[in-house]
């Protein structure tokens, strides 16, 4: 696709023209990924955080959350939770969290691997190349970390670099498909200070990413963090909206663009567009959904945003209402750890293009 027909679609308003757009998603994801829906159970393990990034309610310099990690034996009762709730994989997220050291979430993913025979997704932000090439050799087979925005002058003040020297998320998603990981990254859409233009962008580096995995979700103000403060609401009239339609329509462009991707629809979706938005994400590119197995107890304190929508054990959800949930889409839930076709694709050790130089 054009980058102005990318951008056109982004603009469009038109009802019935965007129902097009849902559909042609709709047909690329049956074609490429077929109707599986695939669950993933997350384990939110760690809301410690030693970044700053101006969107998140994790960041360090929020006081106010109360900070919890879970034990490795509680992880391991969430992994069995998730086989039980007919997930193929588990989605270990955290803050950026030094406290959870290599050699322990070896040892956890190795453990989880045995015990449950899942397959397991990290999501632990920007770690060493050694501790990811370690946690690999333990049996992680996917990592999560969006590249948040392609706008480097956007994203350098909202996502602050820890240390300039270090590589940033592109460099280290290139090392991860490096070390044999699917990789999954992805954006956050309404971004104060984020133009038309730029998403534009975003697309077309999610496309140029080769990614195995694209995770697309609204961002949501969260009032302890710069961004979500009273007044930081930016009126550019090139501002990107952080609504529903916006966000679908960059998961449509996202499915034409990544067709092999799994893809999920976002619990950050629901939160903004009530429980029905996250089946109109299945219905406009998606084929994943990620209920959280995270104890209740600490679901509430991993705030990356607040009132997030309630997905999982902790809401109550069992497998039986999930199965309906998909099956009353003309879907079926998805068998097995649910790889990316784009994975199996590519030779091994191919390494993604260097998108972002420059
Ligand atoms: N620390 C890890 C993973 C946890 S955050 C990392 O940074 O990769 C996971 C995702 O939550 C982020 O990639 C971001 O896209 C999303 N997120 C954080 N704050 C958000 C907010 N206020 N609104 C919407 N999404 C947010």
Redesign the pocket.
């Known amino acids: 696709m054009r980058r102005d027909e990318i951008s056109a679609w982004l603009r469009e308003t038109d009802r019935s023209r965007l129902e097009q757009l849902w559909r042609q998603a709709d047909e690329v994801r049956r074609q490429n990924v077929g109707d599986e829906v695939h669950l993933r159970g997350l384990i939110e393990i760690s809301n410690h ?1 030693v ?1 700053e ?1 101006h ?4 960041r360090g310099p929020n006081r106010r959350l109360p900070r919890y990690r879970m034990t490795a034996a509680e992880i391991l009762a969430c992994a069995h939770q998730a086989r039980a709730l007919g997930c193929g994989t588990v989605v270990l ?4 969290d030094p406290g959870l050291t290599a050699e322990w979430i070896a040892d956890l993913v190795r453990n989880i691997c045995v015990a449950t025979g899942l397959a397991v997704t990290l ?4 770690r060493d190349f050694a501790e990811l090439a370690a946690w690999r050799e333990a049996g992680a087979s996917r990592y ?3 590249f ?1 925005t392609s706008n480097r002058a956007l994203l350098n003040r909202i996502h602050p670099p820890r240390d300039p020297q270090r590589p940033d ?1 592109f460099a280290i998603l290139r090392h991860l498909r490096g070390l044999g990981y699917e990789i999954g990254s ?3 859409v309404g971004i104060p200070g984020q133009s038309w233009e730029d998403l534009t962008d975003d697309l077309l580096c999610i496309q140029a990413l080769e990614l195995d995995m694209v ?1 697309v ?6 009032p302890q ?1 710069p ?2 403060a009273a007044g930081s609401a930016s009126d550019h009239p090139d501002q990107v909206p ?1 609504d529903p339609v916006t966000t679908c329509k960059v998961l449509a462009l996202a499915r034409l663009l990544a067709p092999l991707a799994n893809i999920p629809s976002t619990t ?1 979706l629901a939160t903004i567009g009530g429980t029905s938005a996250r089946e109109l994400g299945l219905r406009c590119g998606a084929n994943v959904l990620m209920p959280s197995l995270t104890p209740a107890r600490y679901r509430s304190s991993y705030e ?2 607040p009132d997030r929508a309630s997905f999982g054990t902790s809401g109550g959800l069992s497998r039986a209402e999930l199965e309906n949930r998909i099956q009353s889409l003309g879907r079926r839930p998805g068998v097995g750890r649910g790889d990316s076709p784009n994975y199996h694709r590519r030779p091994r050790g191919q390494t993604c293009h260097d998108v972002a130089a420059g």
Do not use: D, V, W
Not at 217 to 222: A, E, L, M, N, Y
């Open positions: 955080c970044r990034c969107y998140c309610g994790l997220q955290s803050g950026e999501s632990l932000g920007e999560l970390l969006k948040e998320r992805g954006i956050m995770a979700g609204p961002f949501i103000p969260h963090t961004l979500g952080n950050a990356i945003y």
